[in-house]
Each structure stands twice: as C-alpha cells, then as structure tokens.
C-alpha cells in the first residue's frame, strides 16, 4: 500500500526509504510501512475488532498475557459540547478477558477502553451522562459457582494527555495505604511504566480515578522508545502523522517489534478499506463543520458583548442626563 487514501491494494506493503551509499560504512536507510492513523474512531475500531491484534496491544499494556479475549458492544457517544462548539465525543470499548497472572492462575476481567481527546473532555461527559458512562455491571461465576462482579480495568487513550505529567504510559493501581487511619485501607498509586518511579499530580481527572487503570498519553509518545511497549505505542504517536494527509502515519519498520506486526498490517489492511477511508473524511468534514459553527458563535457572542457595552453606556449617559434635570 503506497498510502491511505489510495486504491492500489496491499500488494505492495513496504514503502523503501532511498539508499544511502554515500561512504561503504553508512547502512540502508530503515524501510518504512504506511498505515492508517488510529486517532481516528473508525481506525481505532477497526484495530481492536482483531482479535489477535487487540490481544497483542492489551497484554503489553497490561504486561500479562491475555489468553482469551471476547468484545463487548462498541459505542461512540456524543456528550456535552466544549466550549469552541465541538461535541465531545467518547469511544467506548469493552472486553471480557482471561488473563494469565503472575501465579500461573488465569483470572477473568472485564477490559474498558475509553478514547477521547483530552481527560477534561472526559470529565465534562462524566457529568452530562455519569451513569451511562460507567456502563453495566459484568458477571462471572467463581470457584465455588457463586456469582460475582469481574473486577474492572479500564485502558484511557487520551489524544492530549495531562498537564504536567511527563510519561506516556501511566499505571495507576491499588495498594496498601501505609500511613492510612484503618487497617487494610488502600490507596491508588500512579507509576510511570517506563520509569517505575511514582508520579505524584493534583489533577483532577487523576483524583476521579476510582480503580485500577492504564493512561496512555499519546501526546507524550514522540520520541520515546525506551521500552518495547513504548514502540508498539509508535503507532499512536500523532507526530508521525503527515502534515499534508493526516489519515497516514509512517512507521519505520526495523524498530517495531517483530512479535508486534500484526497490529501493523491491521492498521495497513485499514488504510485499504475504501468504507474506512470515507469515515475518516466524514470525519474531517463534520470536524471543520462544528469548527465554523463556533467560530461564527464566538462571533456572534462578541456581537452581542458589543453591543450590550453600547446600550450600558447609552444606559448611563441617560441617567447622567436626568440626575442633572431633576438637580437643575
């Protein structure tokens, strides 16, 4: 596929880089493959509707195996609208899994993947639709046959991570509250995955947290590729996006981890879907569309400010006139 957009198939998947042969010692240029941009709902979608690339993404964010995996009704829901007029919209995934733990044990969970431009974005659809939001509860026999509620761990991709807070992926989980009043009390730690060390924000959307949770800020992703899991993530990384055609983010293919491929080739196998590629131009399109209309309604707002400053001062220029007449 030579790019997003095109119609000329998967027949040739690799788009090679020019040779570099000035001086024997200088190596090929890295071959690059072209894919479809995930930021995208309907590409984002599309990549984890595979079961097998869905798979791939969610173990290494989670960093255990997931050995089953079985989606759950998807949805995009358009919320309150910020405040250039834009609707918020947030996509809403959810997976039963059967992960392999630590132990040897495999223990069922329910995954939720929630995409959404920015955590404030996120936080102003909790509180228009805060019960829809959380979804249904999910159930599963135990091991004694009773029924109980899947433990829960929500994945947040957030376009435009959170202020101040440096790591692409962040880790938020239960543990011990050493210095908490009761006994077995528990609070929820933050942990730069790459890093390990702890991260430490007033954030409010970090506050809200109530559970276990993976934050990744695609934001945040350019140029870090410390990890394995921080080049599979290469794929999310909005600066790799072609300024001219943002439906197309390049990946070099030589760092990209061999047993990762596959979300490669569904994101390449994306870009070659005609009903995909319309999407993301509706896409665009309804974006511009909303973006005029709040320009013309902050247009319209600045009219109407005007014009209130106008009837005020003619307002007291009035009262000015009948305080002098009733003195006079």
């Known amino acids: 596929m030579s790019g997003v957009g095109r119609d000329d198939g998967l027949d040739a998947p690799f788009r090679r880089a020019p040779m570099c042969r000035i001086g024997s010692h200088r190596p090929e240029v890295p071959r690059a493959m072209i894919i479809a941009n995930p930021k995208y709902d309907v590409v984002f979608t599309y990549l984890f509707e595979d079961e097998k ?54 223990n069922q969970v329910l995954i939720e993947i929630l995409k959404v431009r920015s955590p404030r974005d996120l936080q102003r659809y909790r509180r228009f639709a805060s019960a829809e939001v959380a979804g249904p509860r999910v159930l599963d026999l135990d091991a004694e046959g009773k029924r109980r509620e899947l433990p829960v761990v929500t994945v947040y991709c957030l376009l435009e991570g959170l202020d101040n807070v440096d790591g692409p992926v962040l880790n938020v989980r239960s543990v011990p509250d050493l210095h908490g009043g009761d006994a077995g009390s528990r609070r929820l730690e933050c942990l730069d995955v790459a890093t390990g060390s702890e991260v430490w924000t007033a954030d409010p959307f970090m506050a809200s947290l109530t559970h276990g949770s993976i934050i990744v800020q695609c934001n945040r992703l350019k140029d870090r590729r410390r990890t394995e899991l921080e ?36 994101l390449m196998r994306a870009g070659a879907e005609r009903a995909i590629r319309e999407k993301m131009d509706l896409d665009d399109d309804l974006l511009s569309v909303f973006r005029d209309m709040g320009r013309e309604r902050a247009d319209l707002l600045q009219a109407i400010e005007e014009k209130n400053l106008v009837i005020e001062a003619r307002n007291r220029q009035i009262a000015d006139r009948e305080r002098r007449l009733a003195s006079g």
């Open 53 to 106: 690339a869905a798979r791939l993404v969610l173990s290494a964010l989670l960093g255990r195996e997931v050995l089953e995996l079985h989606l759950r009704p998807t949805e995009r829901r358009p919320g309150a609208s910020r405040s250039d007029f834009v609707p918020i919209l947030v996509l809403r995934m959810e997976f039963t899994a059967k992960v392999q733990m630590e132990d040897g044990s495999r």
């Open 231 to 266: 080049r599979l993530l290469e794929v999310f990384d909005p600066s790799l996006a072609f300024r001219s055609q943002p439906h197309e983010v390049d990946i070099p293919e030589e760092p990209f981890p061999e047993r990762h491929r596959e979300v490669l080739y569904r």
